[in-house]
């Protein structure tokens, strides 16, 4: 770590030298050129940029960005002023300025950062807004604050805004961005409450300003809390899922990973543990995905680093949004790493800080699953990690010593960040619209597809976005696009939609008692004056008091079970009415014939639908709901 910082400080003063030597330097036909130098402006770490260049009176000049990762305890970078003490002329990296008869100095500058360090604390973007979220300061003292700040086209900092605190102070917590029909969501779940593991799961509204809350309130609690309190989890985004792997429960730390998925009004639904664990029990994890074409198959995957390792594993990701089996990288880190940021970026795979033993870990890229390599030295870690502006940002550690709140590294290849769509994979409504947001508000967005097989084509930027209606499945690919940068990795998705009316009567509320044993009933809608009307599908309600091991049994024509005369498909769905339930296996309970499925359910309503797959009216069938194994 010495080597690096002493590299640093000679790159602080090669900048200062070249600008007094080169100022205003004669070309050999006489004609005053002019150089641009940039100063470190009291930085503790990293290097100034050099422009090598030699500019005539008139010629315009392109300003650089942070490329030697200029680093200030206590303070953000915000870009570069005329004037040290931040009164001249501010510009931003990419900008640009027509240089006059004489040199320029650009001088960094700095916004202090939020009163006291802390760690633990959630990091999460939306439509070029930074949010930072609760956390403990070097006192061991939770924290309740929200902050807000923008960042700038080259990845610059503006100051820090105060948000709407948390219902309640929280360290360690998993937080993530959703978006749907009714707006778009910061969640906050799970996390450390004074001595307490929480399982609540808090959200708030994200207003085209950037600023919380909604007309009433600031913070609501979401209705399907974890199953147990959890911190200290890596937390990914799959198919529209929020996953978190890993972490500590009640009974110490564990191996598991579970998933909920978005709902299409932007809440959040049931809790399903995925069946393939983790590598080893531990908190640190830190996790990212990406998404490959080939042979006109889209496949996600997930990446995870850290718990006290040093080896990086990915898992396949299942059409439910849930990890598979977890192999381990012939391309490993190394070091017993813990809470490191990690992401997908243009550069490869992206590894900032971390604790490694008992120091602070470097900034590390993987390109193509190749060696990782050295960036720059960083007092950061993870979990979360925001790629923005060609910029990764993480939560700087508090580890004996004061230290900045953010930390940032600069990401060299220019690429636009993948746009957020959600719905992820899977049923929604008809003729619903995704909900597409680009990354940073410049951003041009376009969309292709639907597609019935294989992959759409590439889209295509379009001026006014608007999204697609989904009035039948199919797969759509999305994509964002950036003056200077190459587009962003393609964000496909694969919808179903419902085929009923979801406006329907409930021919039965069932509930869970005892073994599952099929009870009679016939494809007819009872009305309360004892008429009915024959019918091809019917809805069923099941209510759980608690999280319950659930056994569902049906049976139609063509079953030994009885003498059915309908032929059926069953759904199971949660209380949004269009996301299926998983079964035991992680399969979607969705237009099933298989006459039996067992599933874990956390407390709440479901709804069942059973279909007859002729479109036949008034037939009879059979449907049982009991205890599951």
Not at 66 to 79: E, R
Not at 549 to 568: E, F, Q, R
Request: aromatic share 10%; charged share 10%.
């Amino acid at each position: 770590m010495r080597r690096i910082a002493s590299i640093n400080r000679f790159g602080l003063v090669l900048g200062a030298v070249f600008s007094v030597l080169c100022a205003s330097c004669p070309n050999s036909l006489g004609i005053s050129m002019n150089t641009v130098a940039y100063d470190a402006n009291g930085a503790s770490s990293g290097s100034v940029p050099l422009d090598g260049a030699r500019y005539e009176h008139g010629q315009s000049v392109t300003v650089l960005g942070n490329t030697g990762y200029l680093n200030k305890d206590g303070y953000s970078f915000s870009g570069w002023n005329t004037a040290s003490d931040g009164s001249g002329t501010s510009y931003v990296g990419g900008s640009s300025f027509v240089i006059g008869n004489s040199g320029v100095r650009l001088y960094a500058t700095w916004s202090a950062m939020l009163g006291a360090s802390v760690t633990g604390a959630g990091l999460v973007s939306w439509g070029g807004y930074i949010y930072v979220i609760g956390g403990k300061d070097s006192s061991g003292t939770l924290r309740s604050e929200v902050w807000r700040a923008t960042v700038g086209a080259d990845g610059s900092l503006s100051s820090w805004t105060s948000e709407g605190a948390l219902p309640t102070a929280l360290a360690f917590a998993s937080c993530s961005v959703v978006g749907c029909t009714s707006g778009n969501f910061l969640y906050v779940i799970g996390g450390r409450s004074g001595t307490a593991l929480s399982s609540g799961a808090y959200f708030t509204c994200i207003n085209s300003d950037g600023s919380l809350g909604f007309s009433d309130s600031t913070w609501m609690t979401n209705s399907n809390a974890l199953p147990e309190g959890r911190a200290n989890a890596a937390t990914v985004l799959l198919k529209g899922r929020i996953v978190l792997l890993g972490g500590m429960l009640a009974s110490g730390v564990t191996d598991t990973a579970i998933g909920a998925r978005v709902w299409e009004n932007g809440l959040l639904g049931q809790w399903y543990q995925a069946n393939a664990r983790l590598p080893a029990a531990a908190e640190g994890y830190a996790a990212t995905s990406e998404t490959s074409a080939s042979g006109g198959v889209a496949a996600t995957t997930a990446y995870l680093v850290g718990g006290g390792g040093g080896a990086m594993y990915s898992a396949p990701v299942s059409d439910s949004g849930l990890p598979g089996a977890w192999t381990s990288s012939a391309s490993a880190p190394g070091g017993a790493l813990d809470y490191p940021a990690f992401a997908d970026t243009a550069d490869g795979l992206c590894l900032v800080g971390g604790i490694d033993g008992s120091a602070y870990a470097e900034t590390r890229v993987s390109a193509g699953g190749g060696a990782w390599t050295t960036k720059a030295s960083i007092a950061a870690a993870g979990p979360d990690c925001v790629v923005l502006a060609n910029t990764a940002f993480a939560v700087a550690m508090v580890k004996g010593t004061s230290a900045p709140l953010v930390a940032s590294a600069s990401i060299s290849t220019k690429r636009a960040e993948a746009p957020l769509v959600l719905p992820g994979d899977g049923v929604i409504p008809k003729n619903a619209k995704p909900i597409v947001t680009a990354s940073l508000p410049g951003d041009s967005l376009g969309y292709s597809g639907p597609t019935t097989s294989g992959l759409p084509a590439n889209p295509a930027s379009s001026g006014a976005f608007t999204a697609p209606t989904v009035s039948a499945a199919g797969t759509y690919a999305f994509q964002a696009f950036r003056s200077g940068s190459s587009p962003s990795p393609i964000v496909y998705v694969s919808y179903r939609v419902l085929s009923v009316d979801t406006f329907f009567l409930i021919k039965k509320t069932l509930v869970v008692s005892g073994a599952s044993a099929l009870t009679d009933y016939k494809l007819t809608e009872d009305y309360s004056n004892g008429t009915f009307s024959n019918v091809s599908s019917v809805w069923f309600k099941l209510i759980l008091d608690e999280r319950s091991k659930v056994s569902l049994l049906w049976a139609g024509s063509g079953s030994s079970a009885g003498s059915y005369t309908a032929p059926i498909q069953v759904t199971l769905l949660e209380d949004d009415n269009f996301t299926p339930a998983l079964g035991s296996s992680e399969n979607e309970i969705y237009e099933s014939t298989s006459g039996s499925v067992n599933a874990t359910l956390g407390a709440g309503s479901y709804f069942i639908l059973v279909e007859s797959t002729d479109e036949s009216t008034g037939g009879s069938f059979g449907l049982g709901v009991g205890t599951g194994s």
